[in-house]
């Protein structure tokens, strides 16, 4: 099992950037495929970006592509999303999800593809 705790929400003006981080707890990140979705007020939970195992691979919402990037750093057993030119459609709160994949380098855009989900940071952007 791995828990996971995002951090890095907060308050950005339109146009600004944050970068959210999610610590991730247990022995084994490095077989663990990552995810970064988001839920705004009223609205589904939504898929934002995807890392495969390795790092490798990787897969955007189309609204986000280009604006922001995942990463990863299995020696601090942490994934990033940084997010740049944000705008208000950006308001959600994120949340990190991770999914135990040890012989595949593939990535995952789905909700139920992932077993482990974090508690969530809010993001707001200000126009």
């Known amino acids: 099992q791995v828990q996971l705790v995002e951090s890095g929400g907060g308050l950005v003006q339109a146009g600004g950037s944050l970068r959210l981080s999610c610590a991730a707890s247990?022995?084994?990140?490095?077989?663990?495929?990552l995810g970064w979705f988001r839920q705004a007020p009223g609205k589904e939970r939504e898929f934002v970006a995807a890392?495969?195992?390795?790092?490798?691979?990787?897969f955007y919402l189309d609204s986000v592509r280009g604006r922001f990037t995942i990463s990863r750093d299995d020696a601090k057993n942490t994934v990033y999303l940084q997010m740049n030119n944000m705008n208000s459609e950006d308001t959600a709160v994120y949340y990190c999800?991770?999914?135990?994949?040890?012989?595949?380098?593939?990535?995952?855009?789905?909700?139920?593809?992932?077993?482990?989900w974090g508690q969530g940071t809010q993001v707001t952007v200000s126009s």
């Open positions: 890392i495969s195992r390795s790092g490798g691979k990787a």
């Open positions: 999800a991770a999914r135990n994949e040890p012989y595949s380098d593939s990535y995952y855009s789905q909700l139920g593809q992932y077993a482990y």
């Open positions: 247990g022995r084994t990140f490095s077989n663990y495929a």
